[in-house]
């Protein structure tokens, strides 16, 4: 049965907190877990997570804020699960950020931790959402809204990500899969195979790997093919749904290939990225990118960058196998995006452009402006419609065109419906100093010169233009979304989640992205308390000669703005 946990806001008259010394508590306070307590943990809605428990009377749940909260810090400070336990248990700053504020409160057993998880991932097996992730978007949405970010410019940018999958080569896989068959076997079927599968099952896969000579690479390949072939055939009326055989099916497809009643190993080009990586993670796949391998996962960010905000906050995360390409994850980011952040423009570099994104973009009313283009570069010795100024519809439909020269003419469609046309007056045109390079012609019947493009050829253009806009303005917001990129990885060294699964990979990093946010508002915080003395200190530096009661004004004023917020926190003010 589903119970909101609002004890926090009853606290204690005696305390471990109210024991501190009036300086510990103002540390403390200031401290990362008085920001999160304040900024996460009080503003999560439970109601969210009520869907993942029984509507009739029961056992009450664990408190689902504590619960959400402590996987976000897991992620966010690189805890293991053990580290997260004695920092629930023990670490009092851990306990103040969970609204705890006894050593020896009540708590549950870390296997309620675990059990939440699962029930995580089984809702998004089942519905396809998110539970974290809707509840990073309420968080965030509230914190924006407290400090009147402005979210109408937004950057975005990708990054490789591995689960925790060791690194292996094509016959390894293969021999993995194969000791992993008994495991689905009866003791019966066990002792059948015992004898096929004994040269694979001495050792691990890669000491198999050590022992074969690297001639004979084929020959093991035609082995393996022939015995999965073969199992695969037999154990399917008694094993077709396990787990395990499914995974065999899979590697054997991807792997194998029926010719002539032989099998026939594929080509190492012929491998798809989507291929298996490893039976302990069925969704990484492979990627090469800027001739480097990855095996894994992109996760992909989006944050506020509006030059007038005073601190900048992380609005989307998203995880997807790494061989989707960043439209992709654009696309299916943007509509919502526009509807909670009321988004008009996006900031992203040449990976991110594509017609389809450009028809997305005009559907949702906002402008996108890359820091580099996809193709090739365009030539300076020509002028290129990127030159010509293309005025379009809301709808990205092209109704005016300016050339260099000044010249504006109106935009029509072609004969044929598929392209548009702008005609330019000959006169002007003949004079142009672009005649020469001026991708507009003359026509064979008609004295005017033309111009002809298509929808996407137009779209290019201008994102070309803006692009050069905002480089000669000497205004990249774009770039800084890298250290963003950065500070979400930093608690994973060399980029490797410990965990497996997309689910469990999008957890980890949204609760790294909550804990960036954490530490951009309370890093905004010190900033304002340290603005405010430095206020006090000029005010009373001016007034040396006002007299010893104005001093001692100052003095209370200045107490109350480092304590004010402590107070709050510890009455329920």
């Given at each position: 049965m589903f119970k909101e946990n609002n004890q926090h806001l009853q606290p204690y008259l005696i305390s471990n907190i109210n024991d501190l010394p009036e300086k510990?508590?103002?540390?403390?306070?200031?401290?990362?877990?008085?920001?999160?307590?304040k900024e996460v943990f009080c503003r999560i809605d439970e109601q969210i997570f009520s869907v993942l428990y029984v509507d009739f009377p029961s056992r009450p749940n664990a408190p689902v804020n504590e619960l959400t909260c402590l996987e976000i810090m897991k992620a966010g400070q690189g805890w293991t699960d053990e580290e997260m336990w004695h920092h629930y248990l023990f670490d009092l700053q851990t306990r103040y950020a969970l609204g705890l504020e006894q050593i020896g409160e009540a708590h549950f057993d870390l296997r309620t931790l675990y059990n939440f998880r699962e029930r995580l991932s089984r809702y998004m097996q089942e519905t396809g959402n998110n539970l974290l992730d809707q509840a990073f978007a309420q968080v965030t949405d509230e914190q924006i809204e407290a400090y009147q970010i402005k979210t109408g410019r937004q950057r975005m940018d990708s990054t490789q990500v591995a689960s925790n999958i060791r690194q292996m080569g094509r016959i390894q896989l293969l021999v993995t899969v194969l000791q992993r068959i008994p495991r689905m076997l009866t003791e019966e079927d066990q002792v059948h195979y015992a004898e096929d599968l004994a040269p694979y099952l001495k050792g691990h896969a890669g000491q198999y790997v050590y022992r074969m000579k690297r001639e004979e690479t084929d020959e093991h390949l035609q082995q393996i093919g022939k015995l999965m072939q073969r199992l695969l055939i037999e154990l399917k009326p008694a094993y077709e749904e396990d787990p395990i055989y499914q995974v065999l099916e899979r590697v054997f497809g991807e792997h194998f290939q029926i010719e002539a009643d032989d099998i026939r190993s594929k080509p190492n080009q012929q491998l798809s990225a989507s291929s298996l990586q490893s039976p302990d993670d069925l969704e990484a796949t492979y990627r090469n990118k800027r001739g480097?391998?990855?095996?894994?996962?992109?996760?992909?960010?989006?944050?506020?960058?509006?030059?007038?905000n005073a601190v900048q906050l992380i609005t989307k995360v998203q995880v997807?196998?790494?061989?989707?390409?960043?439209?992709?994850?654009?696309a299916e980011a943007l509509p919502e995006l526009k509807e909670r952040t009321n988004l008009d423009t996006l900031y992203t570099d040449g990976g991110y452009g594509s017609s389809e994104i450009d028809d997305a973009m005009a559907e949702n009313n906002v402008e996108q402006v890359q820091t580099a283009i996809r193709g090739r570069k365009p030539s300076s010795e020509k002028l290129h419609l990127s030159g010509f100024?293309?005025?379009q519809t809301e709808e990205g439909k092209p109704t005016q065109i300016t050339c260099p020269q000044g010249q504006k003419v109106k935009v029509q469609l072609s004969n044929r419906k598929k392209s548009f046309v702008a005609h330019f007056e000959?006169?002007?045109?003949?004079t142009c100093p672009y005649v020469s390079i001026c991708p507009?012609?003359?026509?064979?019947?008609?004295?005017?010169?033309h111009l002809r493009f298509t929808q996407a050829q137009a779209n290019v253009s201008q994102r070309h233009r803006r692009s050069k806009a905002r480089l000669k303005e000497?205004?990249?917001?774009?770039?800084?979304?890298?250290?963003?990129?950065?500070?979400?990885?930093?608690?994973?060294?060399?980029?490797?989640?410990?965990?497996?699964?997309?689910?469990r990979v999008t957890c980890m990093m949204i609760g790294s992205a909550v804990m960036s946010n954490i530490k951009r508002i309370q890093r905004y915080k010190a900033m304002k308390v340290t603005q405010n003395n430095e206020k006090c200190i000029e005010i009373e530096r001016k007034s040396t000669q006002s007299g010893p009661f104005l001093l001692f004004i100052l003095d209370a004023i200045r107490d109350t703005l480092t304590t004010f917020t402590f107070e709050n926190r510890v009455f329920g003010f």
């Amino acid at each position: 049965m589903f119970k909101e946990n609002n004890q926090h806001l009853q606290p204690y008259l005696i305390s471990n907190i109210n024991d501190l010394p009036e300086k510990q508590k103002s540390l403390l306070e200031k401290s990362w877990s008085g920001t999160f307590y304040k900024e996460v943990f009080c503003r999560i809605d439970e109601q969210i997570f009520s869907v993942l428990y029984v509507d009739f009377p029961s056992r009450p749940n664990a408190p689902v804020n504590e619960l959400t909260c402590l996987e976000i810090m897991k992620a966010g400070q690189g805890w293991t699960d053990e580290e997260m336990w004695h920092h629930y248990l023990f670490d009092l700053q851990t306990r103040y950020a969970l609204g705890l504020e006894q050593i020896g409160e009540a708590h549950f057993d870390l296997r309620t931790l675990y059990n939440f998880r699962e029930r995580l991932s089984r809702y998004m097996q089942e519905t396809g959402n998110n539970l974290l992730d809707q509840a990073f978007a309420q968080v965030t949405d509230e914190q924006i809204e407290a400090y009147q970010i402005k979210t109408g410019r937004q950057r975005m940018d990708s990054t490789q990500v591995a689960s925790n999958i060791r690194q292996m080569g094509r016959i390894q896989l293969l021999v993995t899969v194969l000791q992993r068959i008994p495991r689905m076997l009866t003791e019966e079927d066990q002792v059948h195979y015992a004898e096929d599968l004994a040269p694979y099952l001495k050792g691990h896969a890669g000491q198999y790997v050590y022992r074969m000579k690297r001639e004979e690479t084929d020959e093991h390949l035609q082995q393996i093919g022939k015995l999965m072939q073969r199992l695969l055939i037999e154990l399917k009326p008694a094993y077709e749904e396990d787990p395990i055989y499914q995974v065999l099916e899979r590697v054997f497809g991807e792997h194998f290939q029926i010719e002539a009643d032989d099998i026939r190993s594929k080509p190492n080009q012929q491998l798809s990225a989507s291929s298996l990586q490893s039976p302990d993670d069925l969704e990484a796949t492979y990627r090469n990118k800027r001739g480097q391998g990855y095996q894994g996962y992109t996760a992909n960010l989006t944050e506020t960058c509006d030059p007038e905000n005073a601190v900048q906050l992380i609005t989307k995360v998203q995880v997807a196998p790494n061989n989707v390409d960043d439209t992709q994850l654009l696309a299916e980011a943007l509509p919502e995006l526009k509807e909670r952040t009321n988004l008009d423009t996006l900031y992203t570099d040449g990976g991110y452009g594509s017609s389809e994104i450009d028809d997305a973009m005009a559907e949702n009313n906002v402008e996108q402006v890359q820091t580099a283009i996809r193709g090739r570069k365009p030539s300076s010795e020509k002028l290129h419609l990127s030159g010509f100024e293309i005025k379009q519809t809301e709808e990205g439909k092209p109704t005016q065109i300016t050339c260099p020269q000044g010249q504006k003419v109106k935009v029509q469609l072609s004969n044929r419906k598929k392209s548009f046309v702008a005609h330019f007056e000959k006169d002007d045109c003949q004079t142009c100093p672009y005649v020469s390079i001026c991708p507009a012609k003359p026509g064979k019947r008609d004295p005017n010169w033309h111009l002809r493009f298509t929808q996407a050829q137009a779209n290019v253009s201008q994102r070309h233009r803006r692009s050069k806009a905002r480089l000669k303005e000497g205004q990249n917001l774009r770039a800084a979304v890298e250290a963003t990129v950065r500070q979400v990885k930093h608690p994973f060294p060399a980029s490797k989640l410990p965990v497996r699964g997309q689910f469990r990979v999008t957890c980890m990093m949204i609760g790294s992205a909550v804990m960036s946010n954490i530490k951009r508002i309370q890093r905004y915080k010190a900033m304002k308390v340290t603005q405010n003395n430095e206020k006090c200190i000029e005010i009373e530096r001016k007034s040396t000669q006002s007299g010893p009661f104005l001093l001692f004004i100052l003095d209370a004023i200045r107490d109350t703005l480092t304590t004010f917020t402590f107070e709050n926190r510890v009455f329920g003010f």
